[in-house]
């Protein structure tokens, strides 16, 4: 399973990224796939942000981008968005996509859930 992640950039406080998630491979139907993004920034740990989830699609937020940020999939596109909307400079970070379609509700917003990962791509928020 091959996952690329885009859109990523250099952006002012208060304004708007929308990141994608490509996913490729595996053999198995995109729509079976929960997809999460997690976020590392500089010399701290990998942190959860947000996932979807395989068939019914619930979405599941950090607290600290909860009514900012919004998840959405499009299964004809294999393809998983992070919309991200006033942004801070605390949001700075390398941005990652993951997936799993074995994962467990419980384990949808930690790293060790998810077999699958993409490249970083990145996010700078100037204040």
């Known amino acids: 399973v091959q996952l690329q992640a885009s859109g990523g950039g250099l952006v002012q406080a208060g304004d708007s990224l929308r990141l994608s998630c490509i996913i490729s491979?595996?053999?198995?139907?995109?729509?079976?796939?929960?997809v999460g993004w997690f976020r590392q920034a500089p010399g701290k740990e990998r942190e959860f942000v947000a996932a979807?989830?395989?068939?019914?699609?619930?979405?599941y937020y950090a607290d600290s981008v909860e009514g900012r940020f919004t998840i959405s999939r499009d299964n004809a596109k294999n393809t998983v968005y992070l919309q991200m909307n006033s942004l801070k400079p605390e949001d700075t970070a390398d941005y990652y996509c993951?997936?799993?379609?074995?994962?467990?509700?419980?384990?949808?917003?930690?790293?060790?859930?998810?077999?699958?990962w993409g490249q970083g791509t990145q996010v700078t928020v100037s204040s």
């Open positions: 993951a997936a799993d379609s074995q994962i467990i509700l419980s384990a949808v917003r930690d790293i060790r859930g998810y077999g699958y």
């Open positions: 491979g595996g053999g198995r139907p995109f729509s079976s796939y929960t």
């Open positions: 979807i989830r395989r068939s019914q699609g619930s979405k």
